[in-house]
């Protein structure tokens, strides 16, 4: 059995790149171009939903100001191409995207391009992808808890209103499965503030293979893990 929504932690690219001499921001441009071809591995697949872990809220805040430039170039020219260009992957699938994370912190022009991404492709329904970029797990939940506080506060909503569907409903992925599958690439073996309410009992399958690095056959060698797998849900 397939996963219906399959997370994805895409780290290694800096690592990658060093290996290979080049400096960081390459291995971020040879990580886009992966996380290109792994949706449409994915889309190919059947798999619905997939929730991609671009860059996270401490990496926007520490990253070195010249490779965090060149991250979001990169990210830019991407949303560019998912705009104009019919044959991008986004489009030949029927992608729906999303954005997820704090992104009113990302540059103006770019969310700019980021919101004509998701005027564009809102209409698809075939495939959706959540794209975390100045994400937070923690900062997630504490945005969710504001909302239902101001919702308090307005009478909308009382304190014995408050369960797991009420907050589900106001996390960033409302609407949408939480994830069965959890991907890492690079060799860490941890979810690093990814989706920490969504994952409680998603299938963690981990890999030493760089992010830029990952093939299709370890693609599918992950599918395939999960499907062998007899999922518990804390039973």
Same mark, same amino acid.
């Given at each position: 059995m397939l996963p219906q929504h399959v997370g994805i932690i895409l780290d290694g690219n800096r690592r990658f790149a060093?290996?290979?001499m080049k400096?960081? $921001? @390459?291995g971020h441009k040879m990580g886009l171009e992966k996380a290109r071809t792994v949706l449409? $591995?994915?889309c190919e697949r059947g798999i619905k939903y997939v929730t991609a872990y671009v860059l996270s809220l401490e990496n926007f805040q520490t990253r070195p100001k010249k490779e965090l430039k060149m991250i979001l170039e990169y990210f830019g020219e991407e949303m560019d191409n998912i705009v104009n260009d019919a044959n991008h992957v986004i489009n030949r699938f029927a992608v729906q995207v999303r954005f997820i994370g704090r992104t009113h912190i990302l540059p103006d022009k770019l969310? &700019? *391009?980021m919101r004509k991404v998701e005027q564009k492709t809102k209409g698809n329904k075939k495939h959706t992808i959540n794209i975390a970029i100045a994400y937070g797990g923690q900062q997630e939940l504490v945005d969710a808890m504001k909302k239902i506080l101001q919702e308090g506060l307005a009478g909308v909503? *009382?304190?014995?209103?408050?369960d797991e569907t009420l907050l589900k409903e106001h996390l960033y992925t409302n609407g949408q499965p939480y994830p069965d599958m959890i991907l890492r690439t690079g060799g860490e073996k941890r979810l690093s503030?990814? @989706?920490p309410f969504q994952? &409680?009992?998603s299938e963690l399958i981990f890999t030493d293979t760089k992010w830029p690095a990952l093939t299709e056959k370890e693609f599918d060698s992950a599918l395939k893990?999960?499907?062998s797998r007899q999922r518990r849900f804390g039973r």
């Open positions: 060093r290996e290979l400096t960081p $921001w @390459l449409g $591995w994915a969310q &700019a *391009k909503i *009382k304190p014995s209103d408050l503030n990814f @989706l994952a &409680a009992y893990e999960f499907s």
